[in-house]
């Protein structure tokens, strides 16, 4: 089987699957056959969107846990068979300057946005070595490869990302195992609401990041961004002296567009319950 054929029958799972790219992601590999788990700390959402979308299994998971991931893994895989795919997809971002952010979120989003894509694919590797088989995707974010005022912890955790799926892409190299990056721009979920994209830069559609894992899954390789021209510009900007390159996302409104220009009573929802789940 070549191309997006070979997606039927895989068994996929996929962490922060109730809501957001995470659930487009499930939508999109399902109709292509592929068998899907979604798990979510929201015990009460990943209910309704498995039924919703009569996924093969959905449950509680707590990406930050070492039992409930171990647990949900092996419930997926008595039921479902030996995983395929992980895609590492939880995450939080909370908006605003460092010195207003608590230690308690600071700690909350490297626990997720870190570890828990640390642990999930160290637990799914395990089984995928002894397999010689299967695929890890993690989503990480344009932010991992630039800086961006009003998420200084966010972008940390995204650059740790990225390097970590580049180390296991080399240290596991001839394995078996494929180890890819996702690096969306900003997207149309509740993680965006509140902020407006960049200057010339138009938000993605979860639906997006979705055919972009197709695309991956179907012929792996080490890193995708999405959309191709935000992509585009990470590089060029990547590429150029410093202080060109800062002054260049000044003038696209980076040094506001998740401080002062956030629509705070748009974000309110999502802040709450991040700090809440």
């Known amino acids: 089987m070549t191309g997006t054929d070979s997606i039927r029958s895989k068994v996929v799972v996929i962490t922060g699957g109730a809501r957001g790219i995470g659930l487009a992601t499930a939508v999109a590999l399902a109709k292509l056959g592929a068998k ?20 093969d299994h959905y449950g509680r998971l707590d990406v930050t846990d070492q039992q409930s991931f171990t647990t949900f893994l092996d419930d997926v895989e ?11 997809n939880a ?14 979120i600071t700690r909350r989003i490297l626990d997720i946005n870190i570890y ?7 637990i799914a590797l395990t089984r995928m070595l002894e397999r010689r088989h299967g695929h890890i995707i993690n989503i990480a974010s344009l932010a991992g490869e630039t800086h961006i005022p009003g998420l200084a912890t966010y972008n940390a955790s995204k650059h740790a990302v990225l390097g970590f799926t580049d180390t ?12 890819s990056s996702v690096l969306p721009t900003l997207t149309r979920t509740e993680l965006g609401s509140g902020v407006a994209a960049p200057k010339g830069l138009p938000a993605a559609e ?69 700090r809440n789940d």
Do not use: C, H, W
Not at 36 to 55: H, L, N
Not at 80 to 88: A, H, K, M, Q, S
Not at 170 to 179: K, L, S
Not at 260 to 272: G, N, T, W
């Open 91 to 104: 995450g939080i971002m909370p908006t605003g300057r460092l010195v207003d952010e608590s230690d308690q």
């Open 36 to 55: 899907i788990a979604i798990g979510d700390i929201d015990e009460k959402t990943v209910k309704e969107s498995g039924t919703d979308y009569d996924f």
């Open 168 to 179: 296991l892409r080399e240290e596991y190299r001839g394995t078996g195992v494929e180890f």
């Open 116 to 122: 828990g894509v640390i642990l999930g694919s160290k």
């Open 78 to 88: 008595r039921e479902l068979g030996p995983i395929d795919v992980l895609i590492n």
């Open 206 to 274: 979860p639906e997006d990041i979705a055919a972009a894992v197709v695309r991956l899954i179907a012929k792996p390789k080490a890193k995708t961004r999405v959309t191709r021209a935000a992509g585009a510009m990470s590089v060029f900007v990547n590429l150029l002296p410093q202080s060109v390159g800062d002054a260049l996302g000044r003038s696209m409104g980076s040094a506001q567009t998740f401080l002062d220009d956030v629509d705070s009573e748009q974000r309110k929802a999502y802040e709450e319950r991040i």
